[in-house]
């Protein structure tokens, strides 16, 4: 069993930046692939970054939704349990809530939420222009 614990987010002027944090409790924290997954009001819950497992055959760099590429980048510190993500140059299209999830997840299944097992309380990221 794994327990998701997030902080960081809040509001910010579009073209800041900000740093969100995942910490995990429970054992085997290298072995998940960690990810982040974003869901603005009215609208679905949409992928945004994953970071792999020093196990997963598949993978081996980050991978992004294409509207982050270059803005936000995904990591993970397993001394420390804990997956980030920084957020640069935040857009106001950027706003909603951001949750992280731990999983094992195959080839090409990263954009699907419900191949994670475990998912942490989610935080509002507010961007105003």
């Known amino acids: 069993q794994v327990q998701l614990v997030q902080s960081g987010g809040g509001l910010v002027q579009a073209g800041a930046s900000l740093r969100l944090s995942c910490a995990a409790s429970?054992?085997?924290?290298?072995?998940?692939?960690m990810a982040w997954f974003r869901q603005a009001p009215g609208k679905e819950r949409e992928f945004v970054a994953v970071?792999?497992?020093?196990?997963?055959?598949?993978?081996?760099?980050?991978l992004y939704v294409d509207s982050v590429k270059g803005r936000f980048t995904i990591s993970r510190d397993n001394t420390k349990n804990t997956v980030f993500l920084q957020m640069n140059s935040l857009k106001p299209e950027d706003t909603a809530v951001y949750s992280c999830?731990?999983?094992?997840?195959?080839?090409?299944?990263?954009?699907?939420?419900?191949?994670?097992?475990?998912w942490g309380q989610g935080t509002q990221v507010t961007v105003s222009s």
């Open positions: 999830a731990a999983g094992t997840i195959g080839s090409g299944a990263h954009y699907y939420a419900h191949k994670y097992d475990y």
């Open positions: 429970g054992r085997s924290f290298s072995r998940y692939d």
């Open positions: 970071t792999w497992s020093g196990t997963n055959a598949y993978r081996t760099s980050p």
